[in-house]
């Protein structure tokens, strides 16, 4: 095994279905409804989530990148919880519930 697969970090089946779906949505469909405000949220709790795990005081700030990197930091912050430990389950729950909000099936 090399540093670089030590490095790789597998996101959740749940998860992986909705980045795939949201990178095929155009940047237009964003300015749908609530979607950004949505996965704003989303990409809050996961900040917060992590940080707690990794015993931080306060989660830091996720930056507002625009609509072209919400997916992005979406999956950067997937993936920083998995690291920091917060369950599959609890990840899952986020990803379903914000595919609920957006209206994307998965």
């Not at 030590?6 to 779906?21: F, H, I, N, S």
């Not at 949505?25 to 949505?38: T, V």
């Amino acid at each position: 095994m090399t540093s670089a697969d030590a490095d790789r970090v597998t996101v959740g089946a749940t998860a992986a279905e909705l980045l795939r779906k949201l990178r095929a949505r155009s940047l237009s469909s964003w300015s749908h409804r609530q979607r950004i405000p949505a996965i704003r949220s989303a990409l809050d709790e996961l900040a917060r989530l992590g940080t707690a795990e990794f015993g931080g005081a306060a989660a830091p700030v996720v930056p507002d990148d625009g609509a072209h990197a919400l997916t992005d930091q979406l999956q950067v912050l997937i993936i920083f919880a998995i690291r920091a430990g917060v369950p599959a389950d609890r990840i899952d729950r986020i990803a379903v519930d914000l595919a609920q909000e957006l209206g994307v099936q998965i």
